[in-house]
């Protein structure tokens, strides 16, 4: 008989043979793993939900674990829903890579490519899948320092990708970045505040108005 359970924050396995019980730690791999696992889980959760209306509970059952594992792996639910940002603004970013042009070609039509997928009909109807600054904004900003802080960091990390994938000088990557990543959040969130057939036409609205903004901003350079 094997039987799984959390002790603390240490996972052990319990084997009982020929009435003797021999005691082990789980591999180190088990552990990230089922970290891993919270993590994803949370993420999803959150972003569809709202950080105050997502249990440690429902966290772990769409895990597949039970409640009792959670602070073998976190000190609180705080720290998961650090962990959950960091992860679902990675899972965000890779959304927003495009493929670096040719050599001597210009770079403008990344930003906007970028842009115009993070602005997809798929994006606005998934938010448990999207990005946390236009998901978990309006709660984060007035939840504790900690988080803050860790929300701060995600966005520099976004504007930063953005101006990467702008084009012209610094100042102008700057402005394109800002003014993109302006839209695309502010974009998405008025978006899903609205009903069909409203939500997709201002969807679209924003894409027409990246595609003059960026395309202008790439002629001026």
Known sequence: MILEYDCHHTEWIEHLFLGVIAIMPWPKEHKRNTRDRIVEAAAAAFRKNGPDKVGVSEIMQGAGLTHGGFYAHFASKEDLLVEALRYASEEANEMLETEAPPKGESSAPRL???????????????AERGCPIATLGPELIRSSQKVRRSFATEITRRLQKLYELASGGVEKRRQQGAGALACMVGGLIVARGLKNPERREFLEACQAFLREALSSGSAER
């Open 112 to 126: 906007l490519d970028a842009a115009l997928t993070y602005l997809s009909p798929f994006h606005l109807e998934h």
